[in-house]
């Protein structure tokens, strides 16, 4: 698949998911001035809650998609923050368990912020399948980021077989879309990486995703 065309539908599904906050936000005001001061206070109140949904993802977005020479993985607690504040808005508790605890405030192997960037992708896929919240536990198993374990518990919606197709191979072109260029550009960061993704789950209950580099 050409670059512009994946650019072309990472777009237009990142837009996709901003819709909603955004159009909250352009209604509310839109109701504002023909409501009374009590439907106001609602309306103001929705606006409030979509700007900083709408805030979130955009932070998360320019982290997980894109490109920076100062990255925003750059420690352990950047990289945590930065995924817990996404995570909230689908309810989704984070667990971040390290093997060997480092000064979380200080800058890490320089490998790491490419690594935080696929974890974010992944949980990105996971906020996808937990409309009803759960809880995501990301541990790092091993030294210098060799293997990394992410469980996802909760009410689940299964994967979808095309986002397991795509995390797993090379999708053919033409069943490439929108809706899984996300998955398709999450194993690409794994490539790049050479980082092995081994993908388990039980139907509705949990989702495993270990990483493993070099593998």
């Not at 536990?137 to 994967?159: A, R, S, Y």
């Amino acid at each position: 698949m050409n670059t512009t065309k994946i650019a072309q539908m990472l777009c237009s599904r990142l837009c996709h998911d901003l819709i909603t906050p955004i159009g909250a936000i352009n209604t509310s005001f839109e109701l504002f001035d023909e409501s009374d001061e009590e439907n106001r206070l609602q309306l103001l109140e929705l606006a409030k809650q979509s700007a900083e949904k709408a805030i979130r993802k955009l932070i998360f977005y320019r982290a997980a998609f894109g490109y920076s020479t100062d990255s925003h993985f750059s420690t352990f607690n950047q990289a945590k923050k930065l995924i817990q504040d996404f995570l909230m808005i689908n309810k989704i508790e984070l667990f971040w368990e390290e093997e060997n605890q480092t000064d979380q405030t200080s800058r890490i192997c320089p490998k790491f912020p490419h690594y935080a960037q696929i974890l974010a992708n992944l949980s990105f896929i996971c906020a996808e399948i937990s409309p009803s919240g759960g809880q995501l536990t990301i541990e790092f198993t091993k030294e210098d980021f060799q293997e990394i374990h992410l469980k996802l518990t909760g009410n689940l919606v299964p994967l979808r077989p095309i986002i397991l197709s795509a995390l797993k191979s090379h999708l053919p072109e033409d069943e490439a879309s929108p809706h899984s260029i996300q998955a398709i550009y999450t194993r690409m960061l794994c490539e790049k990486l050479a980082v092995n993704v081994e993908i388990s789950q039980q139907e509705r209950v949990a989702l495993d995703f270990i990483l493993k580099v070099g593998v």
